[in-house]
């Protein structure tokens, strides 16, 4: 097979646990490629994006005396695989680097998965006596992963393998939050309180979708009362007395029609995403796909919380190195996430939230575009008391409060019209922050915005003793963040693909994505004209095991950027902004750089000394 001349390139890669050569795609390679091309668009391997007529039983069924585990492999081999099927197909054409990279991205967008990643998995699953048919194994569509059960014997032949970078195991979660019932009747259409103190009882509404995230499904039989499509099912069997979702659905989307009543933003649309106590990443993945293949910004809601772990790293459970806790990292690209702060039932005790949400080192984060809430009473005091479990926890890993106690929740709760918790919480801030932009505002534009609405409540946080604050929409807010879209981009190396870093594509095409060849990189962006520059946001294509720093170096210029890859030494900026070192990095996963200037041309210089130097995508904010 004759290669083109420059994607020879590829051949050598630097995977963590070894060499990677490419090689010719032998007949018998072929064949199986072609097979496995062609189970891509069975429905063994599609992950479907369901809807309320269509609830499937999930994939993962647990055998006795196997562990759940999700094993990434290396990105990159996938990618090889990719090429070499599509420079097969087109061997012996004479196409320079543009043509070429056109040529792939139209092959790639014919593929419901990366054919890259089916190889690699296939070669993987093969070394265990398993195939990509097997029901038990789940293909993610967002990373280069695969998720299935293992015994002791298989866990440790595949740490072995050279394709595979990490393996993560899925603990099985208990669902924390309770729900007590409190016995208080409503006539006619009943506007809450929370409307009132968050300056939200007005006509208006959005059309912008609401994300949403719940382990059980509960009741949701009153949808004349709002607008909910059901995006993913993990056939978890529950309760139809579990009212959670259906709650959160009324708060967040409850029609103007007379009767029950009032939610924040009336009949907003509302995708439920139910993941169940062993798949609650798999659920946030599904409302993931579903936005990102739709190319949608928006905000969505995990009114759930996940138990402390145990061991030096993790400590908190959902920390970005918990596979819950990169996997909401990784849906950060597209919502801006809220998160409750969690419950308990110690009478007017003071605990941390810190060991039950989003966090790192035990502290939130600004510019992630995460959020954990607490719950504040009728009184704008931390909520303590409310119900059975109802005491709101708090501390640093709070990011703020909203009105969580004695909140209008059930339209077809037959015991009960209210009820309490940061289950409400969270939702109420989504609700809010959906209300500014459109469906491509990004997560962290919204995170500005919400965080611009905060006003105290002249009580402070018994932990921490920060004010307590909540939002109060305002139409007329000021001094937003801005994402500020990158007009050319080019780099000395693989030109040819970078303009992937800004097509706003983060997790639909998997192969497309700009790399340096090797583990130190250049690329210089131009704004199109001098812009304030508070942060860029850059999401890593790595083969990196995750405990490992990324670094960079950022130069800056008013000027434009006028040279070419072939002239990209003589026209780079070159006055120096600053170093910034990511203490860890993960597929797909955001890194946010603080900058402050103002600037036309921004350098990026990567360094990562365990994986390839490569990005799918950036983002320039500022004002």
């Known amino acids: 097979m004759a290669v083109p001349v420059w994607i020879r390139h590829y051949a050598t890669l630097h995977p963590p646990k070894g060499r990677l050569l490419m090689c010719k795609v032998s007949k018998t390679s072929i064949i199986a490629t072609a097979c496995l091309l062609a189970f891509s668009s069975s429905s063994a391997l599609t992950q479907t994006i369901w809807d309320s007529n269509q609830l499937p039983q999930s994939i993962i ?3 006795k005396k196997e562990k759940l585990y999700t094993v990434y492999f290396n990105p990159f081999s996938a990618q090889e695989e ?11 054409k004479n196409l320079n680097p543009e043509e070429w990279e056109f040529i792939f991205s139209k092959e790639m967008e014919a593929h419901e998965k990366s054919p890259g990643r089916l190889v690699v998995a296939s070669r993987i699953l093969a070394d265990l006596s398993k195939s990509l048919m097997n029901r038990n194994v789940y293909i993610h569509n967002i990373v280069s992963a695969i998720t299935l059960p293992l015994n002791e014997t298989e866990k440790i032949k595949i740490e072995k393998m050279e394709d595979v970078t990490l393996i993560n195991e899925i603990d099985e979660i208990p669902y924390s939050t309770s729900f007590p019932y409190q016995d208080h009747q409503s006539d006619g259409e009943l506007v809450s309180w929370a409307k009132k103190a968050t300056n939200t009882d007005d006509n208006y509404t959005t059309d912008n979708p609401f994300y949403f995230l719940d382990l059980f499904p509960g009741n949701l039989q009153s949808t004349s009362e709002y607008h909910i499509n059901i995006i993913h099912y993990a056939g978890n069997d529950y309760s139809q007395a579990f009212y959670h979702p259906s709650a959160i659905a009324q708060i967040v989307s409850g029609r103007r029609n007379g009767s029950h009543g009032r939610g924040i933003n009336p009949n907003q649309p509302l995708f439920l995403a139910v993941g169940g106590v062993r798949a609650a990443a798999q659920g946030l993945e599904a409302a993931v796909h579903h936005a990102d293949s739709r190319k949608i910004s928006s905000v969505l809601n995990i009114s759930s919380n996940i138990p402390e772990g145990s061991g030096p790293y993790w400590h908190y459970y959902t920390n970005p190195h918990r596979e819950d806790g990169k996997m909401i990292l990784r849906a950060s690209n597209r919502f801006l996430i809220t998160q409750s702060a969690s419950n308990m039932t110690f009478n007017n005790s003071i605990h941390s939230a810190c060991p039950f949400v989003y966090n790192v080192d035990g502290n939130v984060v600004d510019n992630d575009a995460i959020l954990s809430i607490g719950a504040v009473n009728h009184e704008g005091k931390r909520m303590v008391n409310s119900g059975a479990v109802a005491t709101t926890r708090v501390g640093p890993c709070v990011d703020f409060y909203a009105p969580g106690d004695s909140i209008y929740a059930y339209a077809d709760n037959p015991d009960s019209t209210h009820d309490s918790g940061t289950s409400f919480s969270a939702p109420i801030v989504a609700a809010i922050a959906s209300r500014y932009g459109d469906k491509k505002t990004k997560p962290l534009v919204r995170e500005s915005y919400i965080k611009s609405l905060l006003v105290p409540t002249g009580h402070t946080d018994p932990l921490d003793g920060k004010p307590i604050k909540i939002p109060r929409y305002n139409p007329y807010s000021f001094g937003i963040l801005k994402n ?13 693909k970078i303009n992937y870093i800004k097509d706003d594509n983060f997790f639909q095409r998997p192969d497309e994505f700009w ?4 583990n130190t990189g250049s690329l210089t962006l131009d704004l199109g004209s001098i812009k304030n520059v508070t942060g860029i946001r850059v999401v890593l294509e790595t083969s990196s095991p995750g405990m490992n720093p990324v670094h960079f170096t950022i130069y800056g210029s008013s000027a434009p950027m006028t040279g070419s890859s072939y002239t990209y030494d003589e026209h780079k900026p070159t006055s120096f902004i600053k170093d910034h070192t990511a203490s860890f990095q993960y597929e797909r996963a955001p890194i946010y750089i603080p900058l402050n200037g103002n600037y036309r041309s921004i350098r990026i210089d990567g360094n990562n000394p365990t994986s390839w130097f490569a990005v799918v995508e950036i983002e320039v904010y500022g004002y």
């Open 61 to 63: 069924k647990e055998p």
């Open 82 to 92: 990719s090429e070499k099927m599509v420079a097969k197909k087109y061997s012996g």
């Open 484 to 496: 500020h879209p990158i007009l050319y981009a080019v780099s000395p190396i693989n030109n040819q």
């Open 515 to 518: 790399h340096a060849s090797g």
